[in-house]
């Protein structure tokens, strides 16, 4: 049986929210060889705030693709750097040096474009100066339920982002306390975070403490991992701004205490028998937070099905049980039901919340789900064998933590339109791919439209009816400054008028864009509805799409309709809200 950090490393690897000389120091090739050449490449880095040499910082070139081969370089007393030897062909090149906001040649920001660097034989290409900014600072001090210090705590900066339309938050920088408590989060790029900490041990399980007089691991206490300003639920972190190259400081917090639970029970099959070599989690119940900010809680059940969850923090889960064959052939080809039948893997998925107190004797019964049979109807087009089975069906959940798309359950269309999806359970939302050109415009089940609200599954769902066009909505558009200048690289922000659709896991209806260099952007299968149109400077994460930031983007936004199949091209003027 796996150790709990192996079983944990095995969901992990599916889950899944980065000396100098008196000239530039020679570049070194890594793996795989790279044939050498006679072209070069060469530039210097340059502080962007005060025009200052950045030495030190590591230059890394790869060729297009990768594959060719990569070079390494740092940037000598000038901020100098020089790739000389190189074969003819297209490269990318990033400097990062800590401290810094990590730049790629032809970038401004980070959201900004790559440039790629083509050479020809025997070229010297100057690349323009990058000029790297300095990057945000967070600052701030961990105590503990009495207000001491707490040394050697894990402290993670979290942006917000949008995954299938739904919420997440992903660890982009990290930082650990000194003696005193003290923390530092430098190199951030501006904008919004949070911040998190975790007191883990040297065994790399939560910090734990029993209460006097006792030596059971019963109703253990810990500090739980905690959220500024001190708060277990990601929903409840408050947001903190960062500027580049200014420090925030003050972001202090005390980690909570609480009892730490241990869940302990049997899977059993559909059958009745016990099931061995299944993988159980915990998942957080909404969709729309953190993973586990003390990292995946996962076991392994023995042969016989027993399985033990320790360390739990108090909260609202869902316990997910899968085969452990299930997650190495998702970690072998990059999905699930690849290469085995839908209904080859029994689970289950268990609500629980936990308060504190251990639970016991949990028996979990284990399901080979529910079947979605339907039938794909293509408007606009007559009906064409090869066309149908090009498509594909996936009905996802809206899984807090894991991929949706990655574990969903799929179904190839049949040559006469028909699918058939098995292994279903709970909410589910139906899609479909290799659409092309087409888009999806409806999804019908029990004649009630679920495309957006999804089918709850409890028993076989038959006639479900997928409606795909083959006219879906255009929008293009044009965004300018106030001197009616073209404006490359802005962010075009479109949401629907209806406070009710911008919300929920696989949204169709919030999308964004990004202008070219010609000032121009475009979206395609919007479903038809009023919406507003907003041009901002780039975003940097998923903040914009939170429903309080839509709010206040309205009195900046120009409405719109769409109605089904039409083209609408607007003019954008770029604000800064």
Same mark, same amino acid.
């Given at each position: 049986?796996?150790?709990?950090?192996?079983?944990?490393?095995?969901?992990?690897?599916?889950?899944?929210?980065?000396?100098?000389?008196?000239?530039?120091?020679?570049?070194?090739?890594?793996?795989?060889?790279?044939?050498?050449?006679?072209?070069?490449?060469?530039?210097?880095?340059?502080?962007?705030?005060?025009?200052?040499?950045?030495?030190?910082?590591?230059?890394?070139?790869?060729?297009?693709?990768?594959?060719?081969?990569?070079?390494?370089?740092?940037?000598?007393?000038?901020?100098?750097?020089?790739?000389?030897?190189?074969?003819?062909?297209?490269?990318?090149?990033?400097?990062?040096?800590?401290?810094?906001?990590?730049?790629?040649?032809?970038?401004?920001?980070?959201?900004?474009?790559?440039?790629?660097?083509?050479?020809?034989?025997?070229?010297?290409?100057?690349?323009?100066?990058?000029?790297?900014?300095?990057?945000?600072?967070?600052?701030?001090?961990?105590?503990?339920?009495?207000?001491?210090?707490?040394?050697?705590?894990?402290?993670?900066?979290?942006?917000?982002?949008?995954?299938?339309?739904?919420?997440?938050?992903?660890?982009?920088?990290?930082?650990?306390?000194?003696?005193?408590?003290?923390?530092?989060?430098?190199?951030?790029?501006?904008?919004?975070?949070?911040?998190?900490?975790?007191?883990?041990?040297?065994?790399?399980?939560?910090?734990?403490?029993?209460?006097?007089?006792?030596?059971?691991?019963?109703?253990?206490?810990?500090?739980?991992?905690?959220?500024?300003?001190?708060?277990?639920?990601?929903?409840?972190?408050?947001?903190?701004?960062?500027?580049?190259?200014?420090?925030?400081?003050?972001?202090?917090?005390?980690?909570?205490?609480?009892?730490?639970?241990?869940?302990?029970?049997?899977?059993?099959?559909?059958?009745?028998?016990?099931?061995?070599?299944?993988?159980?989690?915990?998942?957080?119940?909404?969709?729309?937070?953190?993973?586990?900010?003390?990292?995946?809680?996962?076991?392994?059940?023995?042969?016989?099905?027993?399985?033990?969850?320790?360390?739990?923090?108090?909260?609202?889960?869902?316990?997910?049980?899968?085969?452990?064959?299930?997650?190495?052939?998702?970690?072998?080809?990059?999905?699930?039901?690849?290469?085995?039948?839908?209904?080859?893997?029994?689970?289950?998925?268990?609500?629980?919340?936990?308060?504190?107190?251990?639970?016991?004797?949990?028996?979990?019964?284990?399901?080979?789900?529910?079947?979605?049979?339907?039938?794909?109807?293509?408007?606009?087009?007559?009906?064409?064998?090869?066309?149908?089975?090009?498509?594909?069906?996936?009905?996802?959940?809206?899984?807090?933590?894991?991929?949706?798309?990655?574990?969903?359950?799929?179904?190839?269309?049949?040559?006469?339109?028909?699918?058939?999806? !098995?292994?279903?359970?709970?909410? @589910?939302? #139906?899609?479909?791919? *290799?659409?092309?050109?087409?888009?999806?415009? /409806? +999804? %019908? $089940?029990?004649?009630?439209?679920?495309?957006?609200?999804?089918?709850?599954?409890?028993?076989?769902?038959?006639?479900?009816?997928?409606?795909?066009?083959?006219?879906?909505?255009?929008?293009?558009?044009?965004?300018?400054?106030?001197?009616?200048?073209?404006?490359?690289?802005?962010?075009?922000?479109?949401?629907?008028?209806?406070?009710?659709? !911008?919300?929920?896991?696989?949204? @169709?209806? #919030?999308?964004?864009? *990004?202008?070219?260099?010609?000032?121009?952007? /475009? +979206? %395609? $299968?919007?479903?038809?509805?009023?919406?507003?149109?907003?041009?901002?400077?780039?975003?940097?994460?998923?903040?914009?799409?939170?429903?309080?930031?839509?709010?206040?983007?309205?009195?900046?936004?120009?409405?719109?309709?769409?109605?089904?199949?039409?083209?609408?091209?607007?003019?954008?003027?770029?604000?800064?809200?």
């Amino acid at each position: 049986m796996r150790t709990p950090v192996a079983t944990a490393a095995l969901v992990l690897a599916i889950v899944a929210h980065a000396a100098a000389g008196q000239g530039p120091s020679q570049a070194r090739p890594q793996t795989p060889e790279p044939r050498p050449g006679t072209s070069r490449i060469r530039g210097t880095v340059v502080d962007a705030s005060t025009g200052t040499p950045v030495r030190r910082a590591a230059i890394r070139l790869r060729a297009m693709p990768a594959s060719l081969g990569a070079w390494t370089a740092t940037t000598d007393g000038s901020g100098a750097f020089d790739f000389p030897a190189l074969p003819a062909g297209r490269f990318s090149l990033t400097a990062t040096k800590g401290g810094y906001i990590t730049l790629s040649a032809g970038q401004r920001l980070p959201t900004d474009p790559a440039r790629a660097i083509q050479v020809a034989d025997g070229q010297t290409v100057d690349l323009p100066p990058i000029y790297l900014p300095r990057g945000g600072v967070i600052t701030g001090r961990i105590g503990d339920e009495y207000g001491d210090a707490v040394p050697e705590v894990a402290v993670q900066a979290f942006r917000a982002e949008y995954m299938q339309g739904m919420r997440r938050l992903a660890s982009v920088r990290s930082s650990i306390t000194n003696d005193i408590g003290q923390y530092r989060i430098y190199g951030l790029q501006p904008g919004t975070y949070y911040v998190a900490a975790t007191a883990r041990g040297a065994d790399g399980r939560p910090i734990q403490f029993m209460e006097p007089g006792t030596q059971a691991v019963r109703g253990s206490g810990g500090l739980a991992p905690t959220f500024f300003p001190g708060t277990v639920a990601a929903g409840d972190a408050q947001r903190i701004e960062v500027a580049a190259g200014a420090e925030t400081a003050g972001v202090d917090f005390s980690l909570l205490a609480v009892r730490l639970a241990r869940i302990s029970g049997t899977i059993v099959d559909s059958r009745g028998r016990p099931a061995g070599a299944h993988v159980v989690t915990l998942n957080p119940a909404r969709s729309d937070g953190a993973l586990l900010l003390g990292g995946v809680i996962a076991a392994e059940s023995d042969g016989s099905g027993r399985f033990t969850l320790a360390n739990v923090p108090p909260g609202d889960y869902r316990l997910d049980v899968r085969s452990t064959r299930y997650f190495e052939a998702i970690a072998e080809s990059g999905g699930a039901g690849q290469r085995q039948r839908q209904d080859a893997w029994e689970f289950a998925s268990v609500p629980i919340t936990i308060a504190g107190e251990d639970i016991a004797g949990l028996s979990v019964t284990l399901t080979s789900g529910h079947r979605m049979t339907g039938r794909v109807v293509i408007t606009g087009a007559d009906p064409d064998p090869r066309v149908f089975g090009a498509l594909r069906i996936s009905v996802l959940e809206a899984t807090a933590g894991i991929s949706a798309t990655m574990l969903a359950a799929s179904a190839p269309v049949a040559e006469d339109g028909t699918f058939e999806v !098995r292994g279903l359970m709970g909410r @589910r939302y #139906v899609r479909v791919s *290799r659409l092309n050109r087409w888009a999806l415009e /409806s +999804v %019908r $089940a029990r004649g009630i439209d679920v495309t957006d609200e999804g089918i709850e599954i409890r028993d076989g769902v038959e006639g479900v009816e997928v409606i795909v066009t083959t006219q879906p909505t255009q929008l293009s558009g044009v965004v300018t400054d106030a001197s009616g200048k073209l404006v490359p690289d802005a962010a075009v922000i479109i949401f629907p008028e209806d406070r009710d659709r !911008r919300r929920g896991p696989f949204n @169709r209806f #919030v999308t964004s864009a *990004r202008t070219g260099t010609d000032g121009t952007f /475009s +979206v %395609r $299968a919007l479903p038809p509805a009023t919406y507003f149109a907003v041009a901002v400077p780039m975003q940097s994460d998923g903040e914009w799409a939170e429903t309080d930031q839509l709010e206040r983007l309205v009195p900046h936004a120009i409405r719109f309709t769409l109605a089904a199949g039409e083209s609408k091209t607007l003019g954008l003027r770029l604000e800064r809200p």
